[in-house]
């Protein structure tokens, strides 16, 4: 039988501690325990379903990493308080000092700068790579290297990533597959196609509604019990803990992931048709133009489509600043950051969530100031979507004005 994520967490069946059909929230930052010997033996990691402090877990973060695991197909999972809080401690867990992380060079901005900037200061240095090029990839490989780093959808070029083909190399140069699947939840399983630990931002996609941060890391046992051991675990120690009134709300909001991320995908889709129709740069891993494609169309959980992002390239940062104003301003939008919400949200990443990069690796990259990142929303009727959208365009002479606009 085939791997469904959404089957996995539809199967999921917990019984609130009163009978309700939601697990109640739990409420406490410490726990009691019974005998002395027990709390001891919790500290050593060696009784089960015993919890001490809300910082190492909490029933209710338990319960949203079940799910999550359940949906990434790995053994475990463990909560964190953003999604930057659970790629800081993956890979201060990973590296100690003299240690090498080879990255993708399209990545989140904060990741980059933590990379780039941070995590130097501890004597980790990065190689950052065209992660669509193995070849790149495998010669940026040292001796000192542990960990291959990339994003399955990358932000914001949307390039994709071989996972499979980087698992191979990871197991061939005894490396851990680090991969941040924000971009992609329900699309891709990286852990199916080899990667050993997969990351989300819970902010963007799986909470679904922009009004909390929050992160995972999917993985083993093993390594999820080393992030959380007391005496040097990163999520224990560096506290980067989830609140569980928040895991209660995200546990609720990725029971509707699977309607959300397929309505997401059919209206980038449609968008994207129509726009590239009409003669925009438009990149959308869901278009035969896109060059990672076919080997997306061999992965992916083709119920679920090309994901929600998509970009158009409007030449300059002067006519895409216009651009996204007068979306906002037809409310077909909001000029912000992040992604995942009901609405559509747009911004130019060249001088936003990717600013980190310095403007000669932007345009190494091919990361122009004209690029637009779109996360397309929840519209019901995406072709009423597309006739405002298309008018914008014509009317800052971004496109011409060649049919009648129905909704002008
Ligand atoms: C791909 C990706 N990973 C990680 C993050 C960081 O997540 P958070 O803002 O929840 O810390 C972001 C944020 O934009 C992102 O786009």
Redesign the pocket.
Request: proline fraction near 0%.
């Given at each position: 039988m085939s791997f469904n994520p959404a089957n996995n967490i539809q199967d999921l069946q917990y019984f609130g501690e009163f009978g309700g059909v939601n697990p109640s929230i739990t409420d406490s930052s410490t726990y009691t325990f019974l005998s002395a010997k027990t709390m001891f033996d919790t500290f050593e990691g060696n009784a089960d379903s015993c919890y001490l402090y809300s910082r190492h877990s909490t029933p209710s973060n338990l319960y949203l990493g079940k799910a999550l695991a359940a949906m990434e197909g790995t053994e475990t999972a463990n909560v964190s308080a953003?999604?930057?809080?659970?790629?800081t401690q993956v890979l201060l867990q990973l590296c100690k000092a003299g240690d090498q992380i080879v990255s993708s060079r399209t990545?989140?901005?904060?990741?980059y700068a933590f990379l780039k900037h941070f995590i130097p200061k501890f004597n980790i240095e990065t190689a950052f790579v065209d992660i669509t090029n193995l070849d790149a990839v495998e010669a940026a490989i040292n001796k000192n290297t542990k960990v291959l780093y990339c994003?399955s959808v990358?932000?914001p070029l949307l390039e994709v990533a071989n996972i499979a083909g980087l698992s191979h190399l990871a197991e061939n140069h005894d490396l851990k597959l680090v991969v941040?699947n924000?971009?992609s939840p329900l699309n891709i399983t990286p852990a199916l196609l080899g990667a050993d630990v997969v990351?989300?931002?819970?902010?963007?996609f799986i909470n679904g509604s922009s009004d909390t941060?929050?992160?995972v890391v999917c993985g083993t046992q093993d390594f999820i019990n080393e992030l959380r051991s007391v005496n040097d675990g990163a999520s224990m120690l560096l506290g980067s803990t989830m609140d569980s009134l928040r895991a209660a709300s995200i546990l609720k909001n990725l029971r509707t992931l699977h309607i959300r991320i397929k309505k997401h995908s059919y209206n980038a889709q449609y968008l994207a048709e129509k726009f590239e129709a009409d003669g925009l740069k438009i990149v959308y891993p869901g278009l035969t133009s896109h060059s990672s494609h076919e080997m997306l169309k061999s992965i992916f959980n083709k119920t679920y489509g090309f994901g929600g992002m998509l970009t158009i390239d409007v030449g300059n940062l002067e006519l895409a600043n216009k651009l996204m104003e007068l979306m906002q301003e037809r409310n077909l939008g909001y000029l912000a950051?992040?992604?995942g919400f009901y609405k559509t949200l747009f911004s130019a990443p060249g001088s936003s969530?990717s600013s980190e990069i310095p403007e000669e690796e932007q345009v190494e990259m091919g990361l122009n100031d004209g690029l637009i990142r779109f996360s397309i929303g929840l519209d019901d009727d995406i072709e009423r979507t597309y006739q405002m959208m298309k008018a914008c365009m014509v009317e800052l002479n971004i496109l011409e004005n060649k049919e009648d606009l129905a909704y002008v």
């Open positions: 953003s999604g930057m809080g659970a790629i990545i989140y901005g904060g990741t994003e990358s932000n941040d924000t971009f990351i989300h931002s819970l902010t963007k941060v929050g992160g950051v992040s992604l969530t």
